[in-house]
């Protein structure tokens, strides 16, 4: 579903959210328009769950998924990114070939 920030804090960003299950379009079309006859609820998605390095800014719209409703009734969210694999397949693959090397070098370092 697509959210829009409300927030950036130290704990992460607030992103409100459509409780209805609206297409993209709609959950769009409400978000910059009559929103208050639509139930909007708003949740946190942490640091941890979001790609280092990322900028976020205030009114952005990303795509988020919940993760959990705790029992104080606030959400908890997960952000939602397609192209994660397209996009560190390169560093997964660089980083995967320095530890295998890596091994490989502590073997015969102590085999000696």
């Excluded at 579903?1 to 950036?8: E, P, V």
């Amino acid at each position: 579903m697509i959210g829009h920030i409300k927030h950036i804090s130290k704990f992460g960003l607030f992103v409100t959210v459509l409780s209805s299950d609206l297409s993209q379009e709609a959950l769009l079309a409400l978000s910059y328009s009559e929103t208050g006859l639509a139930s909007v609820q708003t949740g946190l998605l942490r640091w941890s769950e979001t790609p280092s390095g990322e900028k976020y800014h205030k009114g952005e719209a990303i795509n988020v998924t919940v993760k959990a409703v705790r029992e104080d009734k606030k959400i908890e969210l997960a952000l939602v990114d397609e192209a994660f694999l397209a996009k560190y397949e390169q560093k997964m693959s660089t980083t995967l070939d320095r530890l295998t090397n890596l091994h490989i070098k502590n073997k015969e370092v102590r085999n000696l």
